[in-house]
């Protein structure tokens, strides 16, 4: 129920190709390059910017008054006639088990035999201590980086009208554009009941070009890199917290720092200076 009966239902296809290479075991090292490929038809999306493009597509939208200033607009969503957008990823993954502290696993191990004598449901016990200690398997090291690479980003907002590439001035909210280039960073460390994980995004620089000629509607949107960074102590884990008080059994604390080096797009439109709505402050 709600919404717009008047919005015709999307058509999606898409097209997955990929490739997986295992180099190593132990420690694991894996390669993977895949292409995505998606076709849209009728589209939902929000009602695009302002231009001549969109006033000439969805003329009903935007009503003017005699001296052409812009006065009413519609903005509920509408339909895109079609979409294309095909994107190349790679990237590696490694891992790394370490030993979990004896002293961990030796808590863990008491704790579950306190807490199920004769091993946990429907686990043996040898078996259930073995699972109660971890193992090792809590302990790890852990790197990932991918690079996506965006071949074709294009839109037309009805047929017959030209094609927009959002990769080379053209957009369809007014804000950033598609960067043609994304790469994500994670790291992770954990061993015995301490641990920590590093996650960091970069973006290439993108444009928009105003399709009037003007230099203020011409906006160039840096690239932008950010990094986050969180740390954990899982207190259930500790022997002597385990020890004492062991209804923390399962107990984490984290503290998260996001964008550690507070970093922010610097945009510009044609005459250098930066539009106020896109100020340091307001980003």
């Known amino acids: 129920t709600g919404g717009n009966p ?3 239902r999307a058509d999606v296809r898409e097209w997955r190709l990929g490739a997986n290479v295992k180099a190593l075991d132990k420690p694991s090292l894996s390669f993977s390059v895949n292409y995505t490929g998606t076709r849209t038809d009728n589209g939902i999306a929000a009602l695009p910017a302002a231009t001549a493009a969109s006033g000439a597509a969805f003329p009903g939208r935007f009503v003017r008054d005699g001296a052409g200033n812009l006065i009413t607009v519609d903005a509920r969503p509408v339909n895109i006639a079609h979409q294309r957008s095909d994107v190349l990823r790679w990237g590696i ?58 071949l074709a980003e294009r839109a037309t907002l009805l047929d017959g009208q030209p094609e927009i590439d959002l990769l ?38 993108t444009h928009v070009r105003d399709p009037g000629g ?26 002597s ?12 604390l984290s503290v998260g720092i996001n964008n550690i080096l507070n970093q922010r797009q610097h945009v510009t439109d044609g005459t250098g200076s930066t539009p106020p709505a896109y100020s340091a402050a307001q980003l």
Do not use: C
Not at 216 to 235: E, H, I, K, M
């Open 6 to 8: 008047a919005l015709a």
């Open 214 to 239: 003007l230099a203020t509607g011409n906006l160039r949107f840096s690239s932008l890199a950010t990094a986050n960074l969180r740390l954990f102590v899982n207190l259930g884990q500790i022997p």
């Open 93 to 150: 993954n490694f891992s790394k088990t370490l030993k979990t502290p004896q002293a961990q696993i030796d808590a863990m191990r008491a704790y579950m035999k306190k807490r199920f004598p004769g091993g946990p449901p429907g686990v043996g016990m040898a078996q259930g201590m073995g699972r109660g200690g971890g193992g090792g398997g809590g302990s790890r090291l852990s790197f990932s980086l991918y690079h996506s690479i965006h």
């Open 168 to 205: 080379d001035g053209g957009t369809l909210s007014g804000g950033a554009p598609q960067p043609r280039h994304e790469v994500e960073v994670q790291a992770g460390y954990s061993r015995g009941w301490l641990g920590a994980r590093f996650t960091g995004n970069w973006q290439s620089a």
């Open 241 to 252: 917290v385990l020890r004492d008080h062991p209804f923390l059994f399962g107990t984490r």
